[in-house]
C-alpha cells in the first residue's frame, strides 16, 4: 500500500513544495512520480526515486528510498498546481499508486 | 510523436459488455508492453491490465480478473480491453499507457470514459 500526504498542500507561487509518498513494504528504490492536470492524463515526472524523466524541469527532485519517499518542486510556477501521485513497481502486478496530494494555490 | 488514442468508452447496464481501444503511432508498437490503467472520479490511479509486446503474457488487477480481457494487434498497433459483466464500480476514465524500463508508464492516452449505470 502506498500512502502519500499529505492529501492537500497549498503553496504560494515561488514557494518550495515538499510531498512525501510512504510505502507499507520495502520497494529499494523502485518508486516513480506523476503530475496530472485536471481533465489530463498523468505525465511521468520521476522514476528510480530521483531520476527526471524527458523534458522535466530541474525544479522537480525525488529522493528517497525503502520505504520513504519525497518530491520537492523547488519553486512552484503557475502550471505546478497539479495532482501528484506515486507509484511503486518493485512488486508487480499489481502496479500501485497513492491517492495523489493536489498541489493548490495558498 | 508518440501518441495513444483510446476509444469506445459509454454508458452501459451493468451485467453487460464492451470493448476499448487504444489507437498507438509515433513508435514501434510491438516493441513495447502496454497497460490499462483506470481513475474513477475525484479518485486515484488504479491499473488494470498489462499485455507483454509479444502477446505472451497478460496479468490483472484482482478486481478486474476472470471479468477483462486484455489484447492487441501488433499488425494494426492497436490495444483492446475487452471488458464483461461490467458492475457500476468499474465506472472510471479508462488509460493506456505504454510500458517503460523500469515498469512505469511513460505515455498516457486522453482516457476514455466508462458509465455503468441502469
Known amino acids: 500500500v502506498m500512502t502519500q500526504s499529505p492529501a492537500t498542500l497549498s503553496v504560494s507561487p515561488g514557494e518550495r513544495a515538499t510531498l512525501s509518498c510512504r510505502a507499507s513494504?520495502?520497494?529499494?528504490?523502485?518508486l516513480a512520480w506523476y503530475q496530472q492536470k485536471p481533465g489530463q492524463a498523468p505525465r511521468l515526472l520521476i522514476y528510480g526515486a530521483s531520476t527526471r524523466a524527458t523534458g522535466v524541469p530541474p525544479r522537480f527532485s525525488g529522493s528517497g528510498s525503502g520505504t520513504d519517499f519525497t518530491l520537492t518542486i523547488s519553486s512552484l510556477q503557475s502550471e505546478d498546481f497539479a495532482v501528484y501521485h506515486c507509484q511503486q513497481y518493485a512488486n508487480w502486478p499489481p502496479w500501485t499508486f497513492g491517492q495523489g496530494t493536489k498541489v493548490e494555490v495558498k | 510523436q508518440v501518441q495513444l488514442v483510446e476509444s469506445g468508452g459509454g454508458v452501459v447496464q451493468p451485467g453487460r459488455s464492451l470493448r476499448l481501444s487504444c489507437a498507438a503511432s509515433?513508435?514501434?508498437?510491438?516493441?513495447?508492453?502496454m497497460h490499462w490503467l483506470r481513475q474513477a472520479r475525484g479518485k486515484g490511479l488504479e491499473w488494470v491490465a498489462v499485455i507483454w509486446h509479444d502477446e505472451s503474457t497478460q496479468y490483472y488487477a484482482d478486481s478486474v480478473k476472470g471479468r477483462f480481457t486484455i489484447s492487441r494487434d501488433n499488425s494494426n498497433n492497436t490495444l483492446y480491453l475487452h471488458m464483461s459483466r461490467l458492475r457500476v464500480d468499474d465506472t472510471a476514465v479508462y488509460f493506456c499507457?505504454?510500458?517503460?524500463?523500469?515498469?512505469?508508464?511513460?505515455?498516457w492516452g486522453q482516457g476514455t470514459l466508462v458509465t455503468v449505470s441502469s
Open positions: 513494504q520495502y520497494i529499494s528504490n523502485n
Open positions: 509515433g513508435f514501434i508498437f510491438g516493441k513495447y508492453d
Open positions: 499507457a505504454r510500458d517503460f524500463f523500469p515498469r512505469v508508464f511513460d505515455s
